[in-house]
């Protein structure tokens, strides 16, 4: 802030500069009334007894670019009437100002106190706060915001907590999982489950509180008394609290760093020493690592069953064994044992758990070997024959449809029965008429009469049954054929 120009000096109070506030004070002629001037000289007064040292002079004029003696700004609205509030740093700190407008009037900008009513005492406490505040910005203003910043983000990597929750990411990440697996479900004796999940939730906790290094943009709040830089991110709801002369960072949680790293690697041998008691659930969860890696044709005969399975008509059998495969298919699982358990485990992702029971009950070869009978069946089944125009593809009681009869309906869902609701469509389909089939000429199609023999609730559930194969797609009035040309 460089107002030098707007400033103006009193002789009676060499150590004050007086400012125009908002948009509608253009210039300070005088220092007010008598009011004004006893504040003024209380101020004064206040300032002389703080008997500054040349140094602190100095960096009060750099800092709010004043001129003469004068170290202390403060402000007059209109008609010279004094605004009783001393303005805050961060109003100033790395902002211009312009001449013409000069410091616009935002209360959150000012100290809340209001000086003019104070005793003198509390004047000047109140303005010896306000020096150090001062000081302190001017100290901050000598480097850029984003040099601080910069700071703060060296500092933040420094920290003890942060290292330490680098150092130990995989343990913490894997520890979070497993509080929130299935597999925990089938680990005993559950009381031991039970203890260490407790124990999860006190241990992780300053992790969770830990705030993120984020890129959003700060507020930022300077804290002279203990010489301190506070970021605050609104979006992130954190606070990093940096110490200007150590050069150190702050939580606003400080863990117990010797509490912190005992308790994160007790959970990880409270887990381990837990799965260890399961030996039967290792050995199946190996089988799935294994089997996993050692199926190669399982993702091409998945692949296969979805491609068939999205044939219209077809007629989706209860398969225990496919059911298996696309189970073990989607199941996550690592590529390595480690061989801590807890970050072995956190790898796993299986669901339904019954598939561990499956794999117990058969070995690897006959899985393998019933998935090469199955890749067979499905390359038949995908080369197979497209469905003869006599075929039945749909019965509804005693009426049925052909694949001729389909070609039919949906050639006149592109052309005149498009945007037509269903009632109509059946009514059409069935022979029907009324006066508005009549007026669209619906009766001239080819449609017309087509199921005359169907009942129309039948031929709408037909309609249902169509749409449910993703053979019609649904409008927001009528059907449209959802088959590729």
């Known amino acids: 802030m460089s107002l030098d120009a707007l400033a103006q000096y009193f002789d009676p109070y060499p150590s004050l500069a007086v400012f125009p506030l908002g948009k509608k004070t253009k210039s300070v002629r005088s220092p007010g009334h008598k009011k004004e001037r006893a504040v003024f000289g209380r101020m004064e007064e206040c300032l002389q007894e703080l008997d500054m040292k040349e140094p602190e002079r100095q960096a009060l004029q750099g800092f709010f670019g004043l001129g003469g003696s004068a170290v202390f700004p403060v402000f007059s609205k209109k008609g010279d009437e004094l605004y009783p509030h001393f303005i805050r740093p961060e109003s100033v700190l790395w ?11 935002h209360p959150e900008g000012f100290y809340p106190e209001s000086f003019a009513s104070l005793s003198r005492d509390a004047l000047f406490a109140h303005v010896k706060e306000t020096v150090r505040d001062y000081l302190f910005a001017a100290y ?3 480097k850029s915001r984003g040099e601080w910043e910069k700071f703060l983000e060296e500092s933040y990597y420094k920290h003890p907590f942060v290292q330490l929750a680098h150092e130990k990411k995989r343990v913490i990440e894997a520890a979070e999982k497993m509080n929130r697996s299935s597999l925990l479900s089938l680990l005993s004796p559950p009381e031991d489950v039970s203890f260490w999940r407790k124990r999860i939730e006190i241990v992780l906790r300053p992790y969770r509180l830990l ?3 984020c890129s959003h943009q700060k507020e930022m709040s300077l804290h002279s008394e203990t010489e301190t830089m506070v970021f605050s991110c609104a979006e992130c709801k954190t606070k990093l609290i940096y110490h200007v002369k150590e050069s150190v960072l702050e939580l606003e949680e400080e863990p117990d760093m010797e509490k912190a790293k005992k308790r994160i690697a007790t959970i990880e041998r409270l887990f381990n020493g837990l799965a260890a008691k399961n030996t039967g659930l290792l050995e199946d969860l190996d089988k799935v690592m294994d089997w996993k890696k050692r199926l190669i044709k399982l993702p091409k005969v998945m692949e296969m069953m979805e491609k068939l399975y999205a044939k219209p008509f077809l007629e989706k059998e209860a398969d225990p064994f496919s059911a298996f495969l696309k189970h073990l298919h989607q199941t996550a699982a690592p590529e ?9 485990l956190s790898g796993f992702v299986i669901s339904p758990l019954s598939l561990l029971k499956e794999i117990r009950q058969t070995t690897f070869k006959e899985t393998e070997a019933r998935l090469e009978l ?23 009681k005693q009426s049925t449809l052909s694949f001729q009869d389909l070609t039919v309906i949906l050639t ?15 009514q059409v389909l069935k022979g029907r008429t009324s006066s508005k089939i009549r007026e669209e000429k619906l009766d001239e199609t080819e449609q017309f009469g087509y199921l005359q023999h169907w ?4 031929i709408q559930k037909a309609f249902k049954k169509l749409e449910k194969e993703s053979l019609i797609k649904k409008q927001n009035v009528g059907y449209r054929s959802n088959i590729p040309e």
Do not use: Y
Not at 95 to 105: A, N
């Open 95 to 105: 902002k211009e100002f312009s001449s013409q407008h000069g410091v616009p009037l």
């Open 140 to 142: 901050i203003s000598k």
């Open 211 to 213: 705030p993120p290094l």
């Open 336 to 344: 390595t044992r480690d061989p801590s358990e807890l970050l072995w």
């Open 374 to 396: 199955l890749e067979v069946e499905l390359e038949n089944a995908l080369t197979a024959e497209v469905l003869p125009p006599e075929k039945t593809i749909l019965a509804i």
């Open 412 to 426: 006149g869902l592109e052309a005149e029965l498009q945007n037509q609701p269903l009632h109509l469509l059946a």
């Open 455 to 458: 009942e129309e609730k039948d």
